[in-house]
C-alpha cells in the first residue's frame, strides 16, 4: 500500500484514494464530428504501461479532489505528483 | 512428565506444573514449555500423520518452520483451530490438542494403507487418474474432497475479540536475536522512534541460551552479554518492544502487518472478555529485518521417522526447555553448528550414540572438543536408512564415495531414539522478497541472501538472514550496516571482543546417495505434503521445467508450511538434474503471510453490526414499531412492505398497492440521492450531463432526467428541481447516490474545470416523505393549509417551498406511481413528526403506508424503469424506448456520440418491452430466459424478465423484459421455459396502467 501525497491534503495512506486510470486523455471538443473508430479510440483505447505511467487518482476518501501520478508500475515508485490542468513535470 | 527426560531451565519456570490434554490423554508440562517441549518431555514424539502417505510424524523443530507437528487446539466448536503449529503453542491451562488427518487414532491410522500403496501414488496421480472418463468426474470428486484438507475448521462463530491498530515509526526492527538487540539499541540510541518485534514470548533468540564456553562476547557467555543488553533495552522510552507479535506480511513502501497474540498463552479461565489477537499496520520509514536462519535438513531415505528432529531445535529443547528428545541420540550433519548441539546434550548427560559426518574433516576447536570427549565420528559417511515405524530406532550408514555420488563399503549399523539432522542453514529472506527484492545466490555457502543493490525500499537484512552465519560475523556486520543505515555515528559495539570456535567449512549434498535406486527409497522433500526427491525427478523427465511448475504438479513448498524447511533442497536437486545454476534458477515465489493468520485477525471488529455500514432513515423507528419488514438497498434499510395480521408478503404488497390507487398511500422516499447543485453555469452543467435540454427549465418547475455513460449506456436517472436561477437539487438512485456525486465532480474538476459550478451531497440533510393517490391533496391540504393546491398554481412537476408548524419545507408535486402526488422535503430531524403528521391527517382516507415491494409493482403498472432492475448498464434511452427524453438539438452531452456507433444503432439490440402472461394469474419470475423456438437445440434465447409482479389493480400478471428486436415484436407470443412448464407469453407496449396520465391530476 503506497503512501500518496495528496497535493491538497499531504501524505496519506492509499487506502483513502481511487485510481483513475489513465491521465491525459481529454474528452474531444467536438464529438459529432469524430468517426466511429476516433470516438472508441477516445472511449476504449487504454495503455497499461509496465513501466513509468501517468494516472488520475481521487483523494475519495478525503478532499475528493482529483489529482495526477507518474508512477512505475512495476514498482508502484511514484515520481511525480501534479494538480489538474498542469503540465506533467519531466522526471 | 518423565523425570529422565528433564534437566534443569532457567528459562522456563519449572515450579508450575501445568495440565493439558493430548488426544483426550492428560499430561503435564511446565509453564513456559510449548505444547511440542511438553510432548518430548512425555516422550511422546508421534503426533501426527502425512497428508498423502499417512506416514507416522513426530516434532521435527521448534518454531514457525514445523511442517509436521500441526494439531487441531480446542474442542469447542466456536473456538477449534486447525493446523497449528505444536512448536509455537505456549503451554496454557485448559489446552486440549488433537492429532490431524489420522482415523481413528494417530497411533492406528486407517489411511496408512496409502504408505504401502505409493508407489501407485506418484506425483500427479490425482491428474492422470481421475481425468477420464470425463463423466465420472463427480463421483471421484465425493472421494477426493473426503481425503483433501488436513484440520477442521470450527462450526460455529468466533467469540473472540480481534483488533486493528496502526502504528508510525522511524524505525522497525522484525527479530530480536542478537543482531535485532543491536540493531534497536543503535537506532534507540540515536533518538528514534523505534519498535522492535520478536514472534516468541522473550527476546534473544538462538543466543538467549547460548551458554556454551567455545562462544564468548567480551569474555562473557553469549547469553550473559545478551540478556544484560536486553535488560538495558528497557530504559528507552522511544524504543517500543512487542513479544508474541510475528510479523505477517512486508508490502510497498515500508507497509508491514505484524500479528500479536495477547491471550493464546493465558488459562482459558483468564481470557475472558480480553482481545485475543492485533494486527498492527505498520508504517515503518526504515526496516530493519533480522529474522534469523532455518536450519536444513538433510534429505536421505526415510528421513521423516519420528524421534528425527533437526540438530539446532534438539539443542533449544535441552538448553531452553530442559527436554531431552531422547536417550540415545545419533547426529547427522555436513557443518559444525551440529556439535554445539553435541556439547549442550553432553553437558546435560545425554549419550550420544554416534556422529555421522558427510565432510572429511573438521578442524575447528568445537569438533576437537567433541573429539577429546570421546565421541565416534563417522567421517564421510552418509545416513541410508532409518529403521523404526512410530519412532526411529536405528540408522543405516555407508561410507560416500570420493565426489559424493554414491557409498561404498559395508553397511553400518547404529540404534538409536533419536536422530539429530544438520543440513546447514536458510537465511529467512522471506520479508525482503515479499517486498520486492530480488535475491542473489551464495555458491560458497549455498544460500540465496538478499541482494542489497536491488532492495526496493529503505530497508537492511542483518545477522543471519543476510547469510551471515557466525557470531563474529554476525555482530560486526550487523553494528557497521546498522549504523550506515540509520546514519549513526557511535562506538558502542565497535570494540567488542568475540569468541568463535565454529569453522565455515561445510558440505552440500542436496539429496544424499542410497545404495538403493531412488525409485526404491523415501527421501522427503516435502515432509507435509509426501513429496520426495523422487516426485521432483518424475517431474522432470515430464517436461515440467519451470520451478513453478515443479512446486505446482508435486505440491512440493505448498503446505501450511509453505516449505519454509526444504524448499532450497528441492531447487537444489532440480538445479543438479538439469545442469542448471541455482542464482539462474531462482526461487519460487514467497507470498505473504509469512505464518498463517487467524480469519479474526484479518477481520478485526469489521464482524456483524460493524461489517459494514447501515444507513436508517429518520423514520426508521416508525417503521420498525409499525411492523415494517426491511430490504437492504445498498447501505440503508428500507420498508419492504408493511405486514398487518400475518398477513404474507404477497398479500400486503396487493393490499398496499390497491389501497394507494384507491385512495392514499404514504412511502418513505428520504434514500433516494440528493445533490444539491448551484453556481452561474448549474444549467449548462444538467445539459451536459442529461440526455435532455435544462436551459429552459424555469424556476420552480422539476424535469426527470436520464444520465449515461460516455458510453451511451443508462446509468442513473431522477428527478432534477430548479430551485434558483443558478440553484438546483438533483435526486439519483438509492444505491447510484455516491458515483454518481463521483462521476459528477471527475467531470467538473477535470473536463469541465471553467464552469462555475459547486455540487453538495444533502442526501442525509433532508428527508422525503411521498404521499400519493387521489385523497393525496386533501391529505396534503391538511397539513399545509396556506399552500395552494390548486393545478394552475402547483402544476405536476412543480415545485413550491412552504413550511409546516413553522418548519420550513419544499414539495414538490412528482409522480413515480402514476398517481396524483407530492413530495415533502423536510429537514431530517422534524421528519418522524412529519410522517406521524400525514398519517394522522390521512387517517380519514385510510392512508397506507407502503414500501419499495410496492412502489416497484405500482411504478412497473406504469412502466416506469428502475435502472439497475430493467437496466443493467447494457441499455442505451433507445433500447429502453425512451427516444423521447433523448435531445436532438443538444450538440453534446455525456454519452451522446455514442449513441449512434455502429453497434449501439443495431436493429437487433435488447429492447425493453411489456409481457403478458396467457394465464392472467401465472406471475413469471424475474430473471427467467424468453425463447421463441423451443425446438431448436440450442435453444436460442432471445432476452429475460426483469420486473415481474401481479398487478391488483388489473388484476392480471405484469412483467417487464428486454428482448431481442423487442420494439417490432408487439403481439409476438414467444414462451418462457420453466423447470417444469413452458409460460406462454406476449409483448406488449410497457406501458400497463392509466396509458393516458389522467390520474395524475384526479
Known sequence: MFVINCPFCGERDQSEFSSGGEAHIIRPKQPTELSDDQWAEYLFMRKNIKGVQFERWNHAHGCRKWFNMIRDTSNDKIHAIYKMGEKPPIV | ?1002
Open chain 2, 1 to 1002: 512428565m518423565s523425570k529422565e527426560l528433564r534437566v534443569n531451565s532457567k528459562y522456563i519456570d519449572q515450579t508450575t506444573r501445568i495440565p493439558f490434554k493430548f488426544n483426550g490423554k492428560t499430561f503435564y508440562g511446565f509453564k513456559g514449555d510449548t505444547l511440542a517441549s511438553a510432548l518430548l518431555s512425555n516422550n511422546v514424539h508421534l503426533v501426527g500423520r502425512s497428508f498423502k502417505y499417512h506416514r507416522p510424524r513426530g516434532i521435527m523443530t521448534c518454531g514457525s518452520e514445523e511442517p509436521n507437528a500441526i494439531v487441531q487446539v480446542s474442542n469447542d466448536p466456536s473456538l477449534t483451530e486447525p493446523n497449528v503449529r505444536a512448536t509455537e503453542i505456549e503451554l496454557y491451562e485448559g489446552l486440549e490438542a488433537n492429532s490431524q488427518n489420522c482415523w481413528p487414532s494417530v497411533n492406528f491410522d486407517i489411511g496408512g494403507i496409502n504408505n504401502f500403496l505409493s508407489p501407485f501414488l506418484p506425483a500427479g496421480f490425482y491428474y492422470k487418474t481421475f481425468m477420464w472418463p470425463a463423466s465420472f468426474w463427480e463421483k471421484y470428486e465425493f472421494f477426493i474432497r473426503h481425503s483433501a484438507g488436513l484440520g477442521k475448521a470450527p462450526t460455529k462463530p468466533d467469540p473472540n475479540i480481534y483488533d486493528h491498530q496502526y502504528a508510525h515509526c522511524d524505525v522497525l526492527v522484525i527479530g530480536g536475536g542478537i543482531s535485532g538487540v543491536i540493531a534497536a539499541k543503535l537506532s534507540a540510541e540515536k533518538k528514534l522512534n523505534t519498535i522492535l518485534l520478536d514472534d516468541k514470548k522473550d527476546l534473544g533468540g538462538v543466543s538467549i541460551y547460548n551458554n556454551d564456553d567455545n562462544f564468548k562476547i567480551n569474555d562473557q557467555n553469549v547469553s550473559k552479554w545478551l540478556s544484560n543488553e536486553i535488560e538495558n533495552l528497557k530504559k528507552y522510552p522511544n524504543l517500543s518492544i512487542k513479544t508474541r507479535t510475528s510479523l505477517a506480511a512486508f508490502h510497498g513502501y515500508n507497509y508491514l502487518l505484524a500479528r500479536e497474540n495477547l491471550t493464546d498463552h493465558l488459562n482459558v479461565n483468564d481470557r475472558k472478555d480480553k482481545i485475543r489477537q492485533r494486527l498492527w499496520k505498520i508504517r515503518a520509514k526504515k526496516v530493519v529485518i533480522a529474522t534469523g536462519a532455518i536450519e536444513r535438513p538433510l534429505i536421505f531415505n526415510n528421513n521423516d521417522r519420528p524421534g528425527i528432529l533437526l540438530s539446532s531445535s534438539i539443542k533449544k529443547y535441552i538448553d531452553y526447555y530442559g527436554v531431552k528428545c531422547g536417550t540415545k541420540i545419533s547426529i547427522f550433519t555436513s557443518n559444525d553448528s551440529a556439535y554445539e548441539t553435541v556439547l549442550s546434550l553432553y553437558k546435560n548427560g545425554v549419550k550420544i550414540n554416534s556422529i555421522i559426518d558427510i565432510r572429511d574433516k573438521s578442524e575447528s576447536l568445537i569438533v576437537k572438543k567433541v573429539q577429546d570427549i570421546g565421541i565416534k565420528i563417522y567421517w564421510k559417511h552418509t545416513v541410508v536408512n532409518t529403521k523404526g515405524y512410530k519412532r526411529i530406532n536405528s540408522v543405516e550408514l555407508m561410507k560416500l564415495n570420493e565426489k559424493g555420488t554414491g557409498v561404498i563399503g559395508d553397511k553400518i549399523n547404529e540404534s538409536c531414539d533419536c536422530l539429530g539432522i544438520s543440513g546447514g542453514w536458510t537465511p529467512m529472506v522471506h520479508l525482503f522478497t515479499q517486498s520486492g527484492g530480488k535475491l542473489e545466490f551464495n555458491r560458497i555457502d549455498n544460500m540465496f541472501i538478499p541482494d542489497e543493490n536491488k532492495s526496493p525500499s529503505e530497508q537492511i537484512s542483518v545477522g543471519s538472514c543476510n547469510g551471515d552465519l557466525e557470531l563474529d560475523d554476525i555482530i560486526k556486520k550487523t553494528n557497521l550496516k546498522t549504523k550506515e543505515f540509520l546514519d549513526i555515528n557511535t562506538s558502542i559495539f565497535d570494540s567488542l571482543k568475540i569468541q568463535n570456535s565454529k569453522e565455515k567449512n561445510k558440505k552440500n549434498i542436496w539429496l544424499l546417495p542410497s545404495d538403493k535406486a531412488l525409485g526404491k527409497t523415501k527421501p522427503f522433500l516435502d515432509f507435509q505434503n509426501d513429496s520426495t526427491a523422487k516426485d521432483v525427478k518424475l517431474a522432470l523427465r515430464e517436461g515440467f521445467k519451470s520451478i513453478e511448475h515443479v512446486k505446482r504438479y508435486t505440491t512440493t513448498g505448498m503446505g501450511t508450511d509453505q516449505g519454509k524447511l526444504s524448499n532450497m533442497h528441492a531447487l537444489g536437486i532440480i538445479a543438479d538434474t538439469t545442469g542448471t545454476n541455482m542464482g539462474e534458477l531462482g526461487t519460487t515465489t514467497f507470498r505473504p503471510p509469512f505464518t498463517p493468520l487467524t480469519f479474526g485477525a484479518i477481520v478485526g471488529r469489521n464482524v456483524g453490526q460493524f461489517f459494514d455500514h447501515t444507513r436508517y432513515s429518520a423514520m426508521h423507528n416508525w417503521h420498525e414499531t409499525n411492523g415494517a419488514k426491511f430490504e437492504n438497498v445498498g447501505q440503508w434499510k428500507r420498508p419492504w412492505y408493511y405486514p398487518k395480521n400475518k398477513e404474507s408478503m404477497h398479500e400486503a404488497v396487493q393490499r398496499e398497492s390497491k389501497a394507494a390507487r384507491d385512495s392514499a398511500g404514504i412511502l418513505d422516499a428520504s434514500t433516494l440521492g440528493k445533490i444539491d447543485i448551484q453556481g452561474t453555469d448549474a444549467s449548462e452543467f444538467l445539459n451536459r450531463v442529461y440526455t435532455n435540454a435544462w436551459s429552459k427549465l424555469q424556476i420552480g418547475k422539476c424535469r426527470y432526467g436520464l444520465m449515461l455513460n460516455e458510453d451511451g449506456m443508462v446509468y442513473d436517472d431522477g428527478v432534477t428541481t430548479r430551485l434558483g436561477e443558478n440553484h438546483y437539487i438533483m435526486t439519483t438512485t438509492t444505491g447510484g447516490a455516491a458515483n454518481v456525486l463521483n462521476k459528477l465532480e471527475d467531470y467538473l474538476q477535470t473536463e469541465w474545470p471553467e464552469l462555475d459550478v459547486y455540487l453538495t451531497t444533502v442526501t442525509d440533510h433532508f428527508s422525503t416523505i411521498s404521499i400519493c393517490g387521489p385523497n393525496s391533496k386533501k391529505i396534503v391540504n391538511k397539513m399545509i393549509p396556506d399552500l395552494d393546491l390548486s393545478d394552475q398554481n402547483f402544476p405536476h412537476m412543480s415545485f413550491k417551498n412552504s413550511s409546516i408548524n413553522g418548519v420550513r419545507c419544499r414539495v414538490m408535486r412528482i409522480s413515480f406511481t402514476g398517481e396524483h402526488s407530492y413530495e415533502i422535503n423536510i429537514q431530517s430531524n422534524y421528519a418522524k413528526n412529519v410522517w406521524e403528521m400525514s398519517m394522522e391527517a390521512g387517517k380519514e382516507y385510510n392512508i397506507t403506508p407502503y414500501g419499495t415491494e410496492t412502489m416497484h409493482l405500482l411504478r412497473a403498472e406504469k412502466g416506469f424503469i428502475i435502472t439497475g432492475q430493467d437496466t443493467d448498464g447494457t441499455l442505451t434511452p433507445v433500447d429502453l424506448q425512451m427516444d423521447w427524453i433523448v435531445s436532438k438539438k443538444k450538440y453534446d452531452f455525456i454519452g451522446k456520440r455514442s449513441l449512434y456507433r455502429s453497434d449501439t444503432i443495431r436493429e437487433d439490440r435488447k429492447q425493453l418491452v411489456g409481457l403478458i402472461t396467457e394465464d392472467p394469474n401465472e406471475v413469471l419470475e424475474e430473471g427467467a430466459q424468453i425463447v421463441e423456438d423451443l425446438n431448436k437445440k440450442p435453444i436460442e434465447m432471445l432476452g429475460h424478465v426483469t420486473s415481474s409482479y401481479f398487478s391488483p389493480n388489473l388484476n392480471k400478471s405484469i412483467a417487464l423484459a428486454v428482448v431481442v428486436s423487442g420494439k417490432n415484436l408487439r403481439g409476438k407470443k414467444l414462451f418462457v421455459p420453466m423447470e417444469n412448464k413452458n409460460i406462454n407469453v406476449t409483448i406488449t407496449d410497457t406501458v400497463f396502467y392509466d396509458k393516458e396520465n389522467k390520474r395524475l391530476n384526479a
